[in-house]
């Protein structure tokens, strides 16, 4: 023990009043708590977007029991769909079509057929006006 360091049970006294005086025990050590940054589950607020169910290929799909909706990266809900729909210009795109790579699939259906049915017209490239 250093020589000016004072044992816990020791009584000194008080410089100057010369009263007897007891070291204070200790503070304890309060317990760290976790950082605030984890909300709990109850305190989540729901997304203001509804989350899309993943595609079930046994499932009708949005144009009818031929189409499938994507899964949520936009890939076919199975191999057998290989044909993309796009819904907003009511087109398809077999894989030969130039823009079959590029388009995002709203919609899959099985065969052009399929697409036909469900109201979807094949990708055909516009002919240039002839003058």
Same mark, same amino acid.
């Given at each position: 023990m250093a020589p000016d360091a004072v044992a816990p049970d020791a009584v000194t006294s008080d410089p100057v009043t010369s009263d007897p005086v007891t070291p204070a025990p200790p503070a304890a050590a309060e317990p760290e708590?976790?950082?605030?940054?984890?909300?709990?589950? +109850?305190?989540?607020? =729901?997304? &203001?977007?509804?989350?899309? @169910?993943?595609?079930?290929?046994?499932?009708? %799909?949005?144009? #009818?029991? +031929?189409?499938?909706? =994507?899964? &949520?990266?936009?890939?076919? @809900?199975?191999?057998?769909?290989?044909?993309? %729909?796009?819904? #907003?210009?009511?087109?398809?795109? =077999?894989?030969?079509?130039p823009y079959y790579g590029r388009t995002k699939a709203e919609v899959w259906f099985r065969t052009p057929e399929d697409a036909i049915a469900a109201g979807f017209t094949a990708y055909a490239p516009r002919r240039k006006a002839t003058r």
């Amino acid at each position: 023990m250093a020589p000016d360091a004072v044992a816990p049970d020791a009584v000194t006294s008080d410089p100057v009043t010369s009263d007897p005086v007891t070291p204070a025990p200790p503070a304890a050590a309060e317990p760290e708590t976790p950082p605030a940054t984890v909300r709990p589950a +109850a305190a989540r607020r =729901p997304s &203001p977007r509804p989350r899309r @169910p993943a595609a079930d290929p046994d499932r009708p %799909g949005p144009f #009818g029991p +031929a189409s499938a909706a =994507p899964l &949520p990266d936009g890939s076919a @809900p199975g191999p057998e769909f290989t044909i993309k %729909g796009n819904a #907003g210009s009511m087109l398809f795109h =077999p894989p030969s079509s130039p823009y079959y790579g590029r388009t995002k699939a709203e919609v899959w259906f099985r065969t052009p057929e399929d697409a036909i049915a469900a109201g979807f017209t094949a990708y055909a490239p516009r002919r240039k006006a002839t003058r």
